[in-house]
């Protein structure tokens, strides 16, 4: 008799189907997944690997199988993907400038970059980026220059803490 057969690839990491195929044959003939495992293989080298459990799948195709006897009820073949992800890492720097303005009418320029980090993490499938916090660092105090007969306007520049959202400063 006529059966049918409905072949699922299922996207686990956004809990959908992502293919889906009914097939047509009569009890006992071999069912075809020719179409889902080319797609399966797609889908694999897209940023998706396959989840753990995948009891329809044989060394990452559909196992071979039979349409079934039981009319009125489909047989479901399903395979399980998951999201694959990449880490990176990425830097930026935070510089405060500090300008001594000396008394003959030169200025003295010191620059204290502290470089921070944090680690990106994409998903293979749909480019999507989370970003971890950055790192936090420090601008270390900084002592004014003396110079004889003259009275700086501050002794030192006060040590700050760094993070994410710190800007630059001059």
């Given at each position: 008799?006529?059966?049918?057969?409905?072949?699922?690839?299922?996207?686990?990491?956004?809990?959908?189907?992502?293919?889906?195929?009914?097939?047509?044959?009569?009890?006992?003939?071999?069912?075809?997944?020719?179409?889902?495992?080319?797609?399966?293989?797609?889908?694999?080298?897209?940023?998706?690997a396959l989840a753990d459990g995948n009891s329809d799948l044989t060394d990452g195709q559909f196992t071979p199988s039979r349409f079934d006897n039981v009319d009125n009820v489909d047989q479901v073949f399903t395979a399980i993907l998951v999201h694959t992800y990449s880490k990176d890492s990425e830097k930026k720097t935070v510089t405060r400038t500090i300008n001594y303005h000396k008394p003959d009418g030169k200025v003295e320029t010191v620059?204290?970059?502290?470089?921070?980090?944090?680690?990106?993490?994409?998903?293979?499938?749909?480019?999507?980026?989370?970003?971890?916090?950055?790192?936090?660092?420090?601008?270390?105090?900084?002592?004014?220059?003396?110079?004889?007969?003259?009275?700086?306007?501050?002794?030192?520049?006060?040590?700050?803490p760094v993070d994410g959202s710190t800007q630059n400063q001059v």
């Open positions: 008799s006529d059966q049918k057969a409905v072949v699922k690839i299922f996207d686990k990491t956004i809990g959908k189907d992502i293919y889906l195929e009914n097939l047509l044959g009569t009890t006992d003939g071999k069912i075809s997944f020719k179409n889902a495992d080319d797609q399966l293989a797609v889908f694999l080298t897209k940023g998706y620059t204290q970059p502290v470089e921070l980090t944090r680690v990106v993490t994409t998903d293979n499938v749909d480019q999507s980026k989370t970003f971890d916090p950055w790192t936090s660092g420090q601008w270390n105090v900084k002592s004014t220059p003396e110079i004889a007969g003259y009275t700086a306007s501050q002794d030192s520049v006060a040590e700050t």
